[in-house]
């Protein structure tokens, strides 16, 4: 059983380039949340979704951008980038309607701007 | 989510029982507690969850006191294996708002 996968592990971008992140979830999820890691802090959500729209948002600007397709899968886009979104970049699947539903994380996606 | 408050780093050593202590005295009657770690550079490990009682699995166990302002974190026989950052969540169970909060949690070095 394949667990939560991440595409690329790492990234190199410019400032004012867009870059675009994928995640597979685990098999039997249904939603995906993902979530930005700087150097020497815990992660802070950026959003999730579910039913293939938004459906919680995090303290981040609308160059944040997602997407969810039929299969759950999911991709994180950010526009117009800057050197402060250097960071890592999780993904974190679960399945709704448990009323505890653990987040079960992806190895994540190094991010470099330059 | 209730904010929850942790030492910034932890030794213990090898074979010995680690305990990992976590305050959210603000925490409301619907929030779980949960406890996560990150071994470094991969992404957070889910270990446990409680509501007010104490839980245990496999991995670890999860000591909640009565008034629910405090947690301690117990893995039993720490290996070297269980060097990483501890991340105590406090999160309501309610639909629609999912979302973990971390902090910058506690690293846990195990000694040889």
């Known amino acids: 059983d394949a667990g939560v996968t991440q595409s690329p592990t790492h990234l190199i971008k410019t400032r004012g380039q867009q870059v675009t992140l994928r995640c597979s979830p685990k098999?039997?999820?249904?939603?995906v949340s993902w979530y930005q890691q700087a150097l020497g802090q815990g992660p802070q959500f950026i959003f999730q979704?579910?039913?293939?729209?938004?459906?919680q948002r995090g303290n981040f600007p609308d160059r944040f951008s997602g997407h969810q397709f039929p299969n759950y899968s999911s991709e994180l886009n950010v526009n117009a980038l800057l050197l402060g979104d250097s960071a890592l970049y999780l993904c974190a699947s679960s399945e709704r309607g448990r009323v505890y539903n653990e987040q079960f994380f992806g190895p994540g996606t190094r991010l470099t701007v330059l | 989510d209730a904010k929850t408050t942790q030492p910034t780093s932890m030794d213990c050593a090898e074979g010995r029982a680690a305990n990992l202590p976590c305050n959210h005295s603000?925490?409301?009657?619907?929030?779980?507690v949960y406890w996560y770690r990150q071994i470094h550079s991969q992404g957070p490990q889910y270990i446990i969850h409680?509501?007010?009682n104490n839980e245990t699995n496999e991995m670890a166990s999860l000591i909640i006191t009565e008034d629910r302002k405090s947690s301690t974190l117990i893995l039993p026989h720490a290996t070297l294996r269980d060097t990483a950052v501890y991340y105590c969540?406090?999160?309501?169970?309610?639909?629609?708002?999912?979302?973990?909060?971390f902090g910058t949690g506690t690293r846990l070095t195990i000694i040889p």
């Open positions: 098999s039997g999820h249904d939603t």
């Open positions: 969540i406090v999160r309501a169970s309610n639909f629609g708002n999912e979302k973990l909060t």
């Open positions: 979704y579910y039913e293939e729209e938004e459906r």
């Open positions: 603000t925490i409301s009657g619907n929030e779980y």
């Open positions: 409680g509501l007010k």
